[in-house]
Nanobody
Framework: QVQLVESGGGLVQAGGPLNLSCAAS????????MSWYRQAPGKQRELVAA???????NYADSVKGRFAISRDNAKNTVYLRMNSLKPEDTGVYYC????????WGQGTQVTVSS
């Protein structure tokens, strides 16, 4: 059974940090392209950051220089380190796994207060 379980969301003041984790199980994590998406109220889900199986990363322009995605294949976990958070970073953050199939986590709420 495939599972992606996000954790680490919460309420943080603008300018502060927050670290998200996504624990994966039920598939060969090390071979999957892993991403973080977010969805703000009333908006479409958008890609925040992604990391290939080989460790290459890419980021949305809005988070470049502030967010960092990483993965630990030994722990089947992908991380999103978020710094200098802004109110516009508020939303539900979802973990996504893709290779031949695609999977979504249930999401974790991030709220940045001004």
């Amino acid at each position: 059974q495939v599972q992606l379980v996000e954790s680490g969301g919460g309420l943080v003041q603008a300018g502060g940090p927050l670290n998200l984790s996504c624990a994966a199980s039920g598939f060969t994590f090390s071979t999957y392209y892993m991403s973080w998406y977010r969805q703000a109220p009333g908006k479409q889900r958008e890609l925040v950051a992604a990391i290939t199986a080989g460790g290459s990363t890419n980021y949305a322009d809005s988070v470049k220089g502030r967010f960092a995605i990483s993965r630990d294949n030994a722990k089947n976990t992908v991380y999103l380190r978020m710094n200098s958070l802004k109110p516009e970073d508020t939303g539900v953050y979802y973990c996504h796994a893709r290779q031949y199939r695609a999977y979504w986590g249930q999401g974790t709420q991030v709220t940045v207060s001004s």
